[in-house]
């Protein structure tokens, strides 16, 4: 620092010159070594800043490989030491890592599988009906209800059993009273648990061909036939 100042010079100034950062300068100037990566990174700093300084370098360096060289060496020893550890327990793929991997895994799905049957055993049945939709408005008396439940349930359409397909799914008629019909579709499982579904159809026999026959009667009384006017004015003469 004393050379610095006989010169008259900052370290900005330093700086503008031989472009090391002031905080590298300030730290060589109190023997501050702890901010460099490493024993190069500070010799070579320190012996562009001596030449620059005009100080012997010889001497500087001997003080500095004496003072603090040593430090670096006991650093860098250290970090070759972890660096040999980590080696040391690198992870190495085994044949028997392989098959503890694939037996956990092997038990993961296993009684995962298991779980989702026994979920699916104890849980109320599934059941979806396709048809008919709810309030579905019929001209005929027979309806056909369709649906799909669990492989091992039963289905009853107000209490009469319907047979079932291999898969779950069921089909069958059903003959309607006029007026509404009220279907109670339930499905039960081996531990006697249920799900239900009310279904509501209202059969009304005949309206629209009523309405189509008094229609048709009506254009008929209104226009005569094309055909049957010659006929009318031939009378007339």
């Not at 700086?15 to 002031?22: A, D, E, L, M, N």
């Not at 562009?48 to 300084?53: A, G, R």
């Not at 001997?62 to 250290?78: K, Q, S, T, V």
């Not at 056909?144 to 107000?158: A, C, L, P, Q, R």
Request: with cysteine; glycine share 4%; net charge neutral.
């Amino acid at each position: 620092m004393s050379q610095r100042e006989k010169k008259k010079l900052t370290l900005e100034d330093i700086y503008k010159f031989i472009k090391i950062h002031p905080k590298y300068l300030y730290a060589l100037e109190n023997d501050d070594y702890s901010v460099f990566k490493g024993k190069v990174h500070a010799k070579g700093f320190l012996k562009v800043y001596s030449e620059f300084l005009d100080l012997n370098l010889d001497e500087v360096l001997a003080l500095w490989r004496r003072e603090y060289e040593g430090g670096f060496d006991a650093i860098d020893n250290e970090r070759k030491v972890k660096l040999k550890n980590l080696d040391n327990y690198s992870f190495v793929l085994t044949t028997k890592i392989v098959l503890t991997a694939l037996g956990i895994i092997f038990c993961i799905l296993f009684f995962g599988y298991l779980f989702y049957q026994y979920k699916n055993y104890t849980d109320a049945p599934k059941l979806d009906i396709y048809y008919p939709q709810n309030n579905l408005l019929l001209e005929q008396d027979i309806l056909d209800v369709t649906g799909k439940t669990d492989i091992d349930s039963e289905v009853f359409i107000n209490n009469q059993k319907i047979i079932l397909n291999p898969d779950g799914s069921f089909a069958t008629s059903i003959k309607l009273k006029e007026g509404i019909n009220s279907l109670k579709i339930t499905a039960v499982n081996k531990l006697l648990k249920k799900t239900e579904i009310i279904r509501t159809v209202i059969y009304r026999p005949g309206k629209v061909n009523i309405e189509k026959t008094e229609e048709t009667s009506e254009s008929t009384e209104s226009t005569p036939p094309e055909e049957t006017q010659p006929i009318i004015k031939d009378i007339q003469q």
